[in-house]
């Protein structure tokens, strides 16, 4: 008697087309995953680091705010930001650049009907889009945490044949073992952020977990309630993600007319922005809070936690200065 799931409606499409790529699968399966819930925090499937603490949002708004400063404070820039979850890092950021005397238009890129409600009760006054075609042509201050990640990537075998997913059994297989991925949709997204960026002037901040050389092999993965899942089984139910290729993104970036800076670990940059600083002072503000700020601070920052495997890369219009963090 249970309703059709989203589950079911991939399985009867695949059997209709005799197979789909991998990287339609995933597409189909993010889609229906976002759409129906929010997945972020203790209660769902994975934890973010704006979720972590608000350091991580603050040191983003204020990294943002410098460089529009030393870019001599271009009027019309506008906030952008890609698959901002739960609006919590737009929030953090953008409370920490009205501090600094900018208080930019928002503009946020999200699909997720659960997710705009979740952003709508954090920021005031956002619009919304679809994906980055319709943003505004102006200087773009634009952050990307955990967004690339969750794009359709391809998957080819050794002969360099584009992996498929099929039914058999009843269950989902893919039809050959994986020599390497690309995501053309991420590449795209760049592309076109580092020509906007040419155009009108900005930068931009891109986080994610990944490698900097390409060449992996098989990243694609699934979580569920913070553990690792059969990418294969509920496709709908569990969030995946692969690895991101910054060396790639760097390329497209490039080729787009932006500068590129990084990528970094995120521990390290963490640490060049000052997260040190903003910890000892809002653990002076709030002693009792003392411990809970360290231990979010390492969480962020320790190679062995979110320090290394993150990275941060960020895209800066030709003109404008050199980030901070990346010197
Ligand atoms: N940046 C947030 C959320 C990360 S989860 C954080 O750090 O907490 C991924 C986010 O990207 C969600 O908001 C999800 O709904 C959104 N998303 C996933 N695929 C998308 C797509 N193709 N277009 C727009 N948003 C997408």
């Not at 979850?85 to 005397?101: P, Q």
């Amino acid at each position: 008697m249970s309703r059709p799931t989203a589950e079911d409606a991939l399985r009867r499409r695949i059997e209709a087309e005799g197979g789909i790529s991998v990287a339609d699968y995933m597409a189909a399966a993010n889609a229906a995953y976002y759409a129906g819930r929010d997945p972020l925090g203790a209660k769902g499937d994975f934890v973010t680091a704006p979720e972590i603490s608000q350091m991580f949002g603050e040191l983003i708004g204020l990294w943002l705010a410098d460089l529009w400063m030393r870019a001599d404070r271009p009027a019309g820039a506008v906030y952008v930001e890609l698959g901002p979850g739960r609006g919590t890092l737009a929030a953090d950021a953008l409370r920490a650049m009205r501090s600094a005397g900018l208080a930019p238009p928002v503009h946020l890129v999200e699909t997720s009907p659960v997710l705009r409600a979740a952003q709508a009760e954090r920021i005031e006054g956002a619009a919304w889009h679809e994906d980055i075609s319709t943003l505004p042509e102006a200087p773009l201050l634009l952050v990307a945490n955990e967004f690339l990640d969750a794009l359709p990537v391809r998957q080819f075998d050794a002969e360099g044949r584009e992996l498929m997913v099929r039914i058999e059994d009843g269950r989902f297989v893919r039809d050959g073992a994986v020599e390497r991925e690309d995501s053309p949709a991420s590449l795209a997204i760049v592309a076109e952020i580092a020509g906007r960026l040419a155009r009108h002037g900005g930068a931009a901040i891109v986080i994610d977990y990944g490698h900097d050389r390409p060449g992996r092999g098989d990243t694609l993965q699934a979580v569920s309630a913070h553990a690792y899942a059969d990418p294969w089984e509920a496709p709908g139910s569990r969030d995946l993600t692969a690895h991101v290729d910054f060396h790639a993104l760097a390329a497209a970036a490039r080729a787009g007319g932006a500068r590129v800076f990084g990528p970094r670990g995120q521990g390290d940059w963490l640490d060049a922005i000052g997260i040190g600083l903003r910890a000892a002072a809002l653990a002076r503000a709030a002693p009792a809070r003392t411990e809970e700020i360290e231990a979010a601070r390492l969480r962020l920052t320790a190679p062995d936690q979110m320090g290394r495997l993150f990275k941060a890369m960020a895209l800066v219009a030709p003109r404008w200065p050199a980030p901070g963090g990346f010197a």
